[in-house]
């Protein structure tokens, strides 16, 4: 299948610094996405917990209800504060994520919304691989202590560009997720995420050449702005990488928006020159696309 994208697009993303007052953020981020629409993006991508601090004594705390969907205002407000910021910035807005209570079995999620530019609800992602590592000394953390995980790979069509995936954060470690989309035709692999100063320097940069590499389509990755008052250290560096595994765009840690340009014209010239698409060898080991695979796909 192949990873088409119709024409090119400016995506932007916005490495948002946030606080602990939700309805300051939200206003917050409606200036900043603004911002981004008046800069021409059409696709605009926000962080891992936009909207509250991270970390998992927030997340019940700042969780909002999401169904039956549509929710209401009291229910969600980030839900309809980026349903109305996708119509007035009249673009795709894949709203990072926020902490979310299913209120018919009680479990929590880290949970992502994509707009389309009429504020229609195109998919919604819950964090399918949860934060939990311990590397003594430097960092723990456990998501699972409070989060459930999702149970599917999010494809969502944007019908005047093509496929794109999302996922969240350490979603990122994991290739088989990125190979799924890839080769049901995804153009891109946008991921929200909060990466930490100790896995950061070493492994996100790294995580979305690897991806890009992979699979021979755009890998954006877009980050909370780092905040040392905080309990947990972001470690910023939004970034876009191409086909190619080159980086196109990459923010340093404070509060900033970058940009690129995804065009299909590089997904087709990398997949020409390295033609690995064509040179599987699906006799020596198994699709990982084919089989079993649960997928969200409008
Ligand atoms: N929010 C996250 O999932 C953080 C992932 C992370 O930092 C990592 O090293 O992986």
């Known amino acids: 299948m192949s990873n088409q994208l ?14 602990t007052d939700k309805a300051k953020n939200l206003l917050h981020t409606r200036d900043r996405v603004l911002e981004a629409s008046a800069e021409g993006a ?37 839900f309809h504060a980026l349903s109305n910021l996708a119509v007035e910035s009249k673009a795709y807005l894949i709203g990072g994520s926020i902490p979310e209570l299913d209120t018919t079995t009680n ?99 790294l995580l979305g050449q690897a991806r890009a590499v992979d699979n021979q389509i755009y890998v954006a990755m877009c980050s909370p702005a780092r905040d040392m008052c905080a309990g947990y250290h972001a470690w910023g560096h939004s970034l876009v990488v191409d086909p190619m595994a080159k980086v196109l765009t990459e923010a340093e840690e404070s509060e900033t928006i970058v940009y690129a340009v995804m065009d299909g014209e590089k997904i087709e010239e990398t997949k020409k020159g390295i033609p690995i698409s064509a040179q599987r060898r699906f006799d020596v080991y198994p699709d990982v696309s084919k089989e079993g695979v649960s997928i969200d796909k409008l």
């Open 107 to 205: 479990k929590y999620y880290n949970t992502s919304l994509t707009f389309s530019p009429t504020g229609e609800l195109l998919a919604t992602h819950r964090k399918v691989h949860l934060f939990d590592i311990d590397i003594p000394e430097k960092i723990t953390f456990k998501e699972s202590e409070v989060l459930s995980s999702g149970n599917k790979v999010t494809i969502v069509d944007l019908p005047e560009y093509g496929k794109v995936a999302i996922a969240i954060c350490y979603d990122i470690r994991f290739p088989e997720l990125a190979m799924v989309a890839a080769r049901h035709g995804c153009f891109a692999l946008f991921y929200p995420g909060a990466f930490n100063t100790v896995t950061g320097p070493l492994h996100w940069k």
């Open 6 to 19: 119709k024409k090119p697009v400016k995506v932007a993303l916005v490495q948002l610094a946030s606080g």
């Open 42 to 78: 059409k696709i605009i991508v926000l962080p891992e917990c936009f909207n509250s601090p991270y970390g998992c004594s927030f997340f019940p705390s700042y969780a909002e209800t999401l169904l039956p969907s549509p929710p209401t205002t009291e229910q969600s407000p980030s």
